[in-house]
């Protein structure tokens, strides 16, 4: 198993995600947009997009991994995955709060709080959740960090989806956690506010026991890249233990909080976008049969012979 897999953050639009990646990368430093697939023919009755359209744009913020995918205007963002932006200074964060909120609706004022002297969330014109925090600990850099909350019906289940979650991973661990009090806003014990590592990377989580009336769903998903089978296997039996069965399809699964995972071989997306287009088309016409994705069927597909 390779030490560090690739976890990407898949943001699902309708049809603006090649727009949204050019606006995202032209707020931040460090960031640029990279690969870009297209449909084809194959599957347009399960996909239903045209023909040429885009399917992926692959970019970076502050040198962070992002897949942005137009599925169409089956999901929708909501507040329980966005991004949290750690700003080293005032200006940043004023910056980046009136860019994003244009268009957009504020979900926590821009204001002082006993967290930050300057925080706000919003979600942006597409919809996309943002935490935007002055840290208190001078930094030269911006960092982005996807921030989880737990509610409805997986409030108080953050330590739980933490712990599981960095049993599966290399180079994991919790790094801080805070939990509510006995005279706080959510029941005693929640998560307030933790930070983990996952392959290295970091991330964050919070309870809440609030009616927020929204939960995790496909918008917002995280992406494995495998180099093996058996990674492939790791993940996605490990990830799909205890979730919801019928949402296993053409590599993507909800674990047992809700959460969307796509387990995703690494050739995959040279697969489908590389110069052999007929063999690109063979490859998505495979995949769309599958659940858990076969490395050797793809490669099989792609070649144009029978998978033993």
Same mark, same amino acid.
Not at 249 to 269: E, N, Y
């Given at each position: ?118 925080? =706000? %969330? $919003?979600?942006? &014109?597409? *919809? !996309?959740? /943002? @935490? #935007?925090?002055?840290?208190?600990? +001078? ?111 053409? =590599? %993507? $699964?909800?674990? &047992?909080? *809700? !959460?969307? /995972? @796509? #387990?995703?071989?690494?050739?995959? +997306? ?39």
């Amino acid at each position: 198993m390779t030490n560090h897999p690739p976890i990407i953050s898949c943001l699902w639009f309708d049809h603006e995600g090649e727009e949204a990646a050019a606006f995202y990368t032209s707020l931040l430093p460090g960031s640029a947009t990279g690969t870009v697939t297209r449909y084809g023919k194959a599957g347009q009755e399960v996909h239903g997009r045209p023909e040429g359209s885009v399917m992926t744009v692959e970019f970076s913020l502050s040198g962070r991994s992002f897949l942005a995918l137009n599925g169409g205007p089956h999901f929708r963002f909501t507040p329980a995955a966005s991004l949290f932006v750690h700003c080293g200074s005032e200006a940043d964060v004023d910056r980046l709060w009136h860019r994003l909120v244009e268009g957009g609706n504020v979900l926590m004022p821009l204001d002082r709080y006993d967290w930050s002297d300057r925080y =706000g %969330w $919003l979600s942006d &014109r597409y *919809g !996309l959740s /943002w @935490q #935007i925090m002055l840290d208190r600990a +001078p930094r030269a850099n911006i960092e982005i960090t996807p921030s989880l909350l737990f509610t409805g019906d997986v409030a108080g289940k953050a330590e739980e989806a933490m712990r599981t979650y960095t049993s599966l991973f290399p180079a994991a661990a919790i790094a801080d956690l805070h939990r509510y009090g006995p005279d706080e806003n959510d029941r005693e014990g929640n998560v307030k506010y933790a930070r983990f590592a996952l392959a290295g990377q970091s991330f964050s989580a919070m309870d809440s026991s609030m009616p927020h009336g929204f939960a995790f769903n496909e918008a917002f998903s995280f992406q494995v890249l495998c180099d093996s089978q058996y990674e492939v296997d790791h993940y996605w039996e490990g990830l799909g233990a205890g979730g919801d069965a019928t949402a296993q399809q053409c =590599g %993507w $699964l909800k674990d &047992r909080f *809700g !959460l969307s /995972w @796509q #387990i995703v071989p690494a050739v995959l +997306p040279k697969l489908l976008s590389g110069p052999d287009r007929e063999g690109a088309e063979r490859v998505m016409d495979a995949l769309l049969k599958m659940k858990k994705f076969d490395i050797a069927a793809l490669e099989a597909a792609h070649a144009g012979r029978a998978s033993s």
